[in-house]
Nanobody, 116 residues
Framework: QVQLQESGPGLVKPSQTLSLTCTVS??????????WNWIRQAPGKGLEWLGA???????GVSPSLKTRISISRDTSKNQYTLQLNSVTPEDTAVYYC????????WGQGTQVTVSS
């Protein structure tokens, strides 16, 4: 019943900003004790947690990427967004949204390639 869907560009140029949106259905972003995450997997690498929008309105981000990442939400649309600034080819990955009480529910993922 809970579904998450990533959307955004599949190709971004180096030094530019990547913006992705996750649309959630079947659960509210404001559901108590639900967390709405961004996770990515680069080729040959494991899952990397990027950040999350919390049910309370708070935000958490990965310490290693905190200078480049921002996460926001639009509760009227039940969407939350990822903004990753100053991208490089190392940011090439499949980007997922995942949420629920833990990482219960996952989107299908969206491929993002950083290339000139």
């Amino acid at each position: 019943q809970v579904q998450l869907q990533e959307s955004g560009p599949g190709l971004v140029k180096p030094s530019q900003t990547l913006s992705l949106t996750c649309t959630v259905s079947g659960a509210s972003l404001e559901t108590n004790y639900y967390y709405w995450n961004w996770i990515r997997q680069a080729p040959g690498k494991g899952l990397e947690w990027l950040g999350a929008s919390y049910y309370s309105g708070g935000v958490g981000v990965s310490p290693s990427l905190k200078t480049r990442i921002s996460i926001s939400r639009d509760t009227s649309k039940n969407q939350y967004t990822l903004q990753l600034n100053s991208v490089t080819p190392e940011d090439t990955a499949v980007y997922y949204c995942a949420g629920g009480p833990f990482w219960n529910y996952w989107g299908q993922g969206t491929q993002v390639t950083v290339s000139s």
